[in-house]
């Protein structure tokens, strides 16, 4: 090395350049343009850099402070920078000679972070990175050393490195996702998350969060890598991964009624909602004003409703809805962990809330069954108790339709006794009428007769919280169970007989769903039907409905079967139950029997009806007349009776005959009478179909549409409207705030006769009468009647002039 340095300067000094006053600026853009000509100021500058890296070694190796070092030069540290960036601009046009400078850049940052100065680090730091971002050198070789650089304490560094991976990862995946790539690299930060180490865990815990906001990495791996941070020994890990999986959960405004957010959803989203033309033109020209008004208002209502449940049912098939909770593998055991985590840990209040609201949010999202989370959240159900509408709320989403009634029933109890009661607050019977609400909306085995009926009676309330939020609860139990509620609470709800499904009962489907609107297809299109009677007579799902329905309007034509007069009341709607309908308590065995009959008469003519039509689909049609026609239905029904015993047996002893009976039992319900095989085309008026009939139910129904399970489970209950409706008490600072707000807009007082006495300009009230607009009569009438008055005055007072008014 000393001979290098003693033979470079000679050429230098002959080319007319001193090797003390190298311009690296300039010559790092002579480099640029010519390689070659300049591989001797090169090797120059490469050797000093290697000498003043030897020294900082050295120095690390010493533990030597920067203070007292060689580091306490500025000019040494500057010249180690300048040198370090300018062979880093330069290394891709010599990649032979500076072959090791990047290796030996990366081990010279990894050893000597800490005792570097901080403006030296940062340099070189730099220098680095221009090095990856120019492909020299990989990521997956530096990714643990700018990880390590974030944990030194140095804010500017660590902003630089936490950009740098970020970024470079992302600019990585642009085109595609590296799988390739993306393996080591996570691999490499899941292992820095499960150490000991606060800083390096909380570090990579925060590049994970930020990667996959980005959707840069959204893949299962990273999400279960987060949810599993909130095990670590480490309470701040486990905050910052709680509160992530929280902060991530969207709370979704379903009624937004505003007419900037319903412009965007119909930007976005383009809901397709079918209105009846009929109840479009008896809302604008049928009717009084006030009754128009009232139907408008309904028309917008329920527009605003489908929007919503299109809006919603849209996200729910495409999916579009995320949380990294929905990627867990192991589901059960993560809530089962978290919980006796909860069980035992010594955290902060706020703490054990946000630990509660993710056990919560899984149980609901996964419909998992935790039994002994609701014995624990009783404890904590009191009106007083701190953040309680967080805590209600956590508790209505771990409610599902697959946990036992029997684990809820406690803390329902609970929840009744202790909010809804003469002697609570009126906020308070709200906050409870409403978390009972939304509870009975997932499990409404929970409510009974009894305590249905003495909730109902606080719709009397006069406190607006209390009677908005049973009324809720009265409506809700119209579409659920309306047979609890008392004769004048039902109203006139879709289906009276309607009952909550049994603990464990599902619907399994046999068939495409909503299949059945083919069938039914003239009856939802009636008014269409009405208007091409000709030539829609025989009209069937395959021939081409499509293309004329494509070119309807928005507004399609529907049965006109909707009401003029919409009645908003409640009350008003009780006077026109029906008497069948409103004995349904009394007469449920009574029913239960004859609805037994005529369902095993039913069953029996179907299975005839199958059966006759297996054994005479091979016999050929005969064109006979009416009379010939009536004598072979009456044989037919006969040899049905007569029969059906001799073909019971015939299908016990025959295998062939079940098989038989099945085939035809699904050619009957199947909708294609040639293969069964639906079509894009089936599937797009179907949906059309499915639009129309939500339309009718829309405008018919007072109440409103119970979602299912799984839309319930992925909505999150905001906490705020638990409290909807509730006035809450203002300081007497609060209450001056308003009073002189509302000061602001208006002048000061004065009296009236002080305003009287300031005016100026303007007509008097006398003067304004001569130029009112009068007709032809009244001007003659006041014409002639000043003229008799005129005539008096000149009598009374003589034929001597007086003057002429300028005006009268």
């Not at 180690?80 to 601009?89: P, T």
């Not at 309904?298 to 098939?317: C, G, H, V």
């Not at 799984?710 to 906490?719: A, G, I, M, T, W």
Request: with cysteine; aromatic share 6%; proline share 3%.
């Amino acid at each position: 090395m000393v001979l290098l340095a003693g033979v470079l300067p000679e050429p230098l000094s002959a080319s007319g350049r001193s090797s003390e006053k190298l311009n690296l600026p300039s010559l790092q853009s002579k480099m640029k343009t010519d390689p070659e000509g300049y591989e001797t100021e090169l090797h120059l500058i490469h050797s000093q850099f290697n000498s003043a890296l030897e020294l900082f070694q050295q120095q690390a190796a010493l533990n030597f402070s920067s203070i007292t070092g060689v580091g306490a030069d500025p000019t040494v540290a500057k010249d180690l920078s300048d040198r370090a960036m300018f062979l880093s601009h330069v290394t891709p046009f010599y990649p032979k000679q500076l072959a090791e400078f990047p290796s030996d850049l990366a081990a010279f940052l990894k050893s000597s972070a800490r005792t570097l100065p901080s403006g030296l680090r940062f340099h070189v730091t730099q220098a680095l990175i221009l090095l990856v971002n120019r492909k020299i050198i990989d990521i997956k070789d530096t990714l643990s050393l700018f990880m390590e650089l974030q944990t030194l304490g140095d804010r500017n560094l660590r902003k630089l490195a936490f950009s740098h991976v970020v970024h470079s990862i992302r600019r990585m995946n642009k085109n595609h996702k590296n799988e390739a790539k993306n393996r080591p690299l996570q691999n490499i930060l899941f292992a820095l998350l499960q150490q000991e180490d606060e800083a390096r865990a909380k570090r990579s815990l925060i590049t994970l969060c930020e990667l996959h906001r980005r959707k840069v990495w959204f893949d299962d791996r990273t999400a279960n890598a987060i949810c599993m941070a909130c095990f670590h020994s480490s309470s701040r890990i486990m905050i910052a991964a709680l509160s992530f999986l929280l902060d991530y959960e969207k709370i979704e405004n379903d009624d937004d009624d505003s007419d900037a957010s319903s412009s965007e959803d119909e930007m976005t989203q383009k809901p397709q909602v079918v209105i009846s033309k009929e109840a479009v033109y008896k809302a604008h020209h049928k009717g009084t004003a006030a009754s128009k008004k009232k139907k408008k208002a309904k028309l917008q209502r329920a527009i605003r409703t489908m929007k919503r449940q299109q809006r919603l049912s849209s996200e729910t098939s495409t999916s579009s809805y995320y949380s990294p909770l929905n990627h867990l593998k192991d589901a059960q055991g993560f809530v089962e962990k978290l919980f006796s985590r909860l069980q035992t840990c010594n955290e902060r209040f706020e703490v054990k809330m946000m630990m509660l609201k993710v056990i919560a949010r899984t149980v609901g999202l996964h419909h998992l069954i935790l039994l002994n989370f609701y014995p624990f959240l009783q404890r904590y159900v009191q009106p007083h108790q701190k953040d309680i509408t967080n805590l209600l709320a956590a508790a209505v989403q771990a409610c599902h339709d697959m946990v036992p009634p029997d684990a809820v029933e406690p803390l329902f109890k609970q929840i009744v006794n202790q909010f809804v009661h003469d002697r609570s607050r009126p906020e308070a019977i709200a906050v409870g009428m409403n978390v009972i609400r939304e509870i009975c909306l997932r499990m409404p085995l929970l409510m009974t007769e009894d305590l249905l009926q003495d909730l109902a009676l606080y719709k009397k309330s006069h406190e607006k919280a209390v009677s908005a939020a049973a009324r809720s609860l009265i409506t809700l139990f119209r579409e659920v169970c309306p047979s609890l509620l008392v004769k004048k609470d039902r109203g006139r709800p879709v289906d009276p007989k309607a009952r909550p499904r049994a603990y464990g009962e599902v619907n399994v489907l046999s068939n495409v769903p909503d299949i059945e609107l083919l069938e039914h297809e003239d009856e939802i299109d009636g008014s269409r039907d009405d208007e091409n009677s000709d030539d829609a007579a025989s009209i069937s799902s395959d021939d081409g409905n499509e293309n004329s329905d494509g070119e309807e309007s928005q507004y399609t034509a529907e049965d006109g079967s909707e009401d003029e007069d919409i009645v908003d009341e409640e009350d008003d709607e009780n006077d026109s139950i029906d008497e069948d309908e409103s004995d349904i308590g009394d007469a449920d065995e009574e029913d239960n029997d004859d609805e037994d009959k005529v369902e095993t008469e039913e069953v029996e003519a179907e299975e005839d009806d199958d059966y006759e039509e297996v054994t005479d689909s091979s016999r050929p049609s005969d064109g006979a007349g009416d009379g010939g026609n009536e004598d072979k239905t009456s044989k037919a029904s006969k040899r049905k009776l007569s029969d059906f015993e001799g073909q019971l047996i015939a299908a016990d002893t025959s295998l062939r005959a079940l098989k038989r009976l099945a085939e035809a039992k699904m050619s009957h319900t199947s909708s294609d009478s040639t293969d069964g095989i639906l079509s894009d085309e089936h599937f797009r008026r179907i949906k059309e179909l499915k639009a129309k009939k939500e339309a009718k139910t829309a405008l018919a129904r007072q109440g409103f549409k119970i979602p299912s399970s799984d839309q319930l489970s992925f909505k999150r209950v905001d906490p705020a409207k638990l409290e909807a409706h509730v006035r809450l008490r203002l300081s007497k600072e609060e209450r001056l705030a308003l009073v002189k707000a509302g000061r602001e807009d208006r002048g000061q007082y004065q009296a009236r006769t002080a305003v009287k006495q300031k005016k100026t300009g303007g007509l008097s009230n006398r003067q304004k009468e001569h130029k009112k607009v009068m007709p032809f009569a009244a001007k003659k009438a006041k014409a002639q009647r000043s003229r008799q008055e005129k005539g008096k005055k000149r009598q009374r007072s003589g034929k001597q002039f007086r003057g002429k008014k300028v005006w009268k």
